[in-house]
């Protein structure tokens, strides 16, 4: 327990707690629209036989969840190095400021330190000045010169399908 809160590896039973934070991010970043999942694949997703991404969840002294930290194993192969990317980082917001957000990603810097990865990645919306300022004052930087690019729905089908031929 830290102060009011707790930080653990998420375990089964927290999905829909997270899905519950992943809906309160998706209103925050204005694209409650996009969340189309649901806390049953999550947590196949978090604990079933081929895990696709691990998590931490931040919790007061009654369980509630506070926050999470949602990421994954990616691969450097300039640095020949795992890495793990950022895929969520989400604090309910009338709790922020209180050290939860800073305890969960120093939890994730921990679990790439203990994996010998090389770096810990991540993206933040560009109108998001709260989360941009937090994150360069922990000694964050941009990636200057790279734009993130993404495959969907019928255009990722379709140009899955063009490699059957």
């Not at 707790?6 to 204005?30: C, N, T």
């Not at 996009?34 to 931490?56: D, I, M, N, Y």
């Not at 810097?109 to 941009?132: C, F, K, M, Y």
Request: one cysteine or more; a neutral charge.
């Amino acid at each position: 327990m830290r102060g009011d809160f707790l930080i653990r590896p998420a375990q089964p039973g927290d999905e829909r707690s997270l899905f519950e934070l992943i809906r309160a991010l998706a209103v925050y970043e204005k694209l409650e629209s996009k969340v189309t999942g649901s806390a049953a694949q999550l947590g196949e997703h978090l604990f079933g036989p081929r895990p696709a991404c691990e998590a931490l969840i931040a919790l007061d002294h009654s369980g509630r969840a506070l926050g999470y930290a949602l990421y994954f194993g990616t691969y450097s192969t300039f640095l020949t190095c795992p890495g793990l990317y950022l895929e969520d980082l989400f604090v309910r917001e009338e709790l922020r400021g209180q050290g939860i957000g800073s305890a969960l990603l120093r939890g994730v810097a921990a679990q790439a330190i203990a994996r010998g990865a090389a770096r810990l990645e991540w993206s933040v919306l560009d109108w998001n000045t709260p989360a941009i300022g937090f994150y360069e004052a922990l000694g964050a930087h941009r990636l200057e010169g790279w734009s993130m690019f993404r495959l969907t729905g019928p255009a990722l089908e379709r140009f899955a399908g063009s490699a059957r031929g």
